[in-house]
């Protein structure tokens, strides 16, 4: 079964009975929906929305918190926590059967979702993220950033670079020696304890592949001293929703479209994300294109950039790779063949399909290189 085989996008998606309960509840409510993206996200009349997922039920389950027993992710090499970090929340994967002795790298993790849907939470991140920690052996902290519309960009951003600043916070005090580790949970303790501050990773997914360029621009604007003792050692986006105005070759093949990116997926995530009156111009999704700083005034770290053969933002990812190049950055590009955008994080695909399967563990494969180079 090839990806495109996988669940289909969804359209048409719920029974006439379970759209009639929906309106009427609306109606008595006094609101109507004045937009929505079929399956996934619904906005109404008073600006509230709805993130119900009302997609084919049996992939559901991927876009679901999930919060497993200790026991149960002991089972699957990590251990797992969720814990306040300042103003943010984050999720914290610390790998289980490594060496005491030996430091751990830091990825800080942004998740994808056209900035406007899914959690660090969703099923489809742990059954990724936990085998990334446990194959790197590596501690992965992943961000939960404020969703879109209701929080529009640079809100991801912010909430991204306050992750990296926490993670500064607790190196800074564990070089200190402070002794507040009755303070800390437990598992920002281990953190602490175990991390190598100065090998810290940004790594997102789609849209969370565009937090990892304006987290490392942002970053490289300050000296090394206001980060020290942690250094970003690198940074790996995943399929990065980097997009123009102008349609792109790619985004014209309707093939391409997956269950996690259709061309109305991107077109009105982005409108709902992107500051009012903006357009895919904007630095944030087009950060080779004219309206945003230029690429060769930026201070950044070695770049992974993973490129699916049929994504449908395939070029545009391309394109970002060759400006970054010609601006003198050091930039690796994964070319993945046959599979289409954020298929590692489709679960059913990843265990039925060989192909994705083995996409799957050379993508991990691959960043666990560069992380060992790095």
Known sequence: MAIADAPSPPVATTSPAVDEKRTVQAVEQGKHVVDEVSGWLRVYSDGSVDRTWTGPPQVEFLATPYFPSPSDAAADGISLHDLAAGDLSVRVYLPMGVDERRSLPVLLHFHGGGF????????????????????????????YTRPAPEHRLP????????????????????????????????????????????????????SGGNLVHEVAARAGREEDGFWAPLRVAGGVPIHPGFVRSARSRSEMDRSLDTPFLTLDMLDKFLAFSLPVGATKDHPITCPMGAAAPPLDGLRMP????????????????????????AAGKEVEVLLEPRVGHSFYLNKIAVDLDPDVGEQTAALIDAIKDFIDRH
């Not at 406007?116 to 961000?143: D, E, H, P």
């Open 116 to 143: 406007c849907i899914s959690s660090a939470s969703w099923y489809m991140y742990y059954q990724f993220y936990a085998r990334l920690a446990r194959t790197v052996g590596a501690a992965v902290v992943s961000v």
């Open 302 to 325: 070695p770049m992974l950039v993973a490129v699916a053969e049929k994504d449908l933002i395939r070029d545009t990812n391309m394109e970002y790779c060759e400006a970054m190049r």
């Open 155 to 206: 809100a991801a951003v912010d909430d991204c670079y306050a992750g990296l600043l926490w993670l500064r916070d607790l190196a800074r005090s564990a070089v200190a020696g402070d002794d507040d580790h009755q303070e800390l949970h437990p598992a920002a303790a281990a953190l602490q304890g175990r991390a190598d501050f100065s090998r810290v990773f940004l790594v997102g997914d789609s």
